[in-house]
Nanobody, 125 residues
Framework: QVQLVESGGGSVQAGGSLRLSCAAS????????MGWFRQAPGKEREGVAT???????RYADPVKGRFTISRDNAENTLYLQMNSLKLEDTAMYYC???????????????????WGQGTQVTVSS
């Protein structure tokens, strides 16, 4: 049974930083595509960043240069380092994982098979 458990969310002032973690069980984080998505109140869920099995990463335009996705294979954990946070980054952040190889591993694609329960990030002025 695949479980993805996010942590690290919280409240931070604009310009601050947070690091989200996604601990995986029943799933190997380096095997397929994994990523982070977010959903703000009243908005659709959107992709934030992805990392493929080979390590290549992709980012949505609003977070490029500010967010970094990474993984620790030994810890079987996915991370999202978020710097220079903005008010518009406020959202519930979800970890996602694919179950197939050969997919388009990008924030804009509909590839996730597994989802975590989410962790809230709130950015204030």
């Amino acid at each position: 049974q695949v479980q993805l458990v996010e942590s690290g969310g919280g409240s931070v002032q604009a310009g601050g930083s947070l690091r989200l973690s996604c601990a995986a069980s029943g799933y190997t984080v380096s095997r397929y595509c994994m990523g982070w998505f977010r959903q703000a109140p009243g908005k659709e869920r959107e992709g934030v960043a992805t990392i493929y099995a080979g390590g290549s990463t992709r980012y949505a335009d609003p977070v490029k240069g500010r967010f970094t996705i990474s993984r620790d294979n030994a810890e079987n954990t996915l991370y999202l380092q978020m710097n220079s946070l903005k008010l518009e980054d406020t959202a519930m952040y979800y970890c996602a994982a694919a179950s197939l190889a050969g997919i388009t591993c990008s924030p804009g694609s509909s590839w996730p098979r597994y989802w975590g329960q989410g962790t809230q990030v709130t950015v204030s002025s």
